[in-house]
T-cell receptor
C-alpha cells in the first residue's frame, strides 16, 4: 500500500518552456502533498506544502510564481515550473500523506533545461 | 526550526560488515522517518520511528526521543545497501519534515 506515482521521470526541454510534473497517490487519499527539490549530492529541500482544495504554502525563498502548485483532488497534485531556465534544472520529488500517516515519496523527476 | 544532524557523512565498508548511522535533532519531535535513497534517486521508506525500536530484516532503528537522537543499524551489509540514508524529523505528526544531510554509504564487494 501507500504508493505514490510521479511523472514524468525525466524531462529535457528548451529554456523558456513551462513543465508540469504530476504526483498521484494511487491507493490512499492524500490530505497533504509536499514538493521537494534536490541538487546533486545534496539533501532534499522542501519547496512547498499543499492541502487539497487550498493554496500551497511555500517555503522561504521559493518563488510561487515560478513554481505553481495545484492540489485539486485528494489524489493529485501538480507542480508547474514556468518559463524554465537552466538554473531550474534539478531533481524534483513529491510526497503524499494521508491522515495520521507518514509521508510516502514518488520516484522523482529529473528536469534538465537546455 | 528543528535542526537535524547526521553522522558520519560518508561511510565505506566491506560487504558483510555492520554499521550504525546516527541522527541528532535539536528539539522534541513527533515524527521521525529513515529513508534510503538508491543510486537512481528513489526514496525508500525504511522506518517511521518517532520513539522506540523497530526491526525489519537486516535493518533496525532505535529512537531515544528524550535524548534527541535516532540510530539506524545495518547488519551484514550487501552492495545493494549502497546509497544515501536520510533521517527526517517533524515537530508534529502532521507537520512538514526536515531532512538531514544524509549519510552516503558505499558497500564494497
Amino acid at each position: 500500500g501507500a504508493v505514490v506515482s510521479q511523472h514524468p521521470s525525466r524531462v529535457i526541454c528548451k529554456s523558456g518552456t513551462s513543465v508540469k510534473i504530476e504526483c498521484r497517490s494511487l491507493d490512499f487519499q492524500a490530505t497533504t502533498m509536499f514538493w521537494y527539490r534536490q541538487f546533486p549530492k545534496k539533501s532534499l529541500m522542501l519547496m512547498a506544502t499543499s492541502n487539497e482544495g487550498s493554496k500551497a504554502t511555500y517555503e522561504q525563498g521559493v518563488e510561487k510564481d515560478k513554481f505553481l502548485i495545484n492540489h485539486a483532488s485528494l489524489t493529485l497534485s501538480t507542480l508547474t515550473v514556468t518559463s524554465a531556465h537552466p538554473e531550474d534544472s534539478s531533481f524534483y520529488i513529491c510526497s503524499a500523506r494521508g491522515q495520521n500517516q507518514p509521508q510516502h515519496f514518488g520516484d522523482g523527476t529529473r528536469l534538465s533545461i537546455l | 526550526g528543528i535542526q537535524v544532524e547526521q553522522s558520519p557523512p560518508d561511510l565505506i565498508l566491506q560487504e558483510g560488515a555492520n554499521s550504525t548511522l546516527r541522527c541528532n535533532f535539536s528539539d522534541s519531535v513527533n515524527n521521525l522517518q529513515w529513508f534510503h535513497q538508491n543510486p537512481w534517486g528513489q526514496l525508500i521508506n525504511l522506518f517511521y520511528i518517532p520513539s522506540g525500536t523497530k526491526q525489519n530484516g537486516r535493518l533496525s532503528a532505535t529512537t531515544v526521543a528524550t535524548e534527541r537522537y535516532s540510530l539506524l543499524y545495518i547488519s551484514s551489509s550487501q552492495t545493494t545497501d549502497s546509497g544515501v540514508y536520510f533521517c527526517a524529523v517533524g515537530a508534529n505528526r502532521d507537520d512538514k519534515i526536515i531532512f538531514g544531510k544524509g549519510t552516503r554509504l558505499h558497500i564494497l564487494p
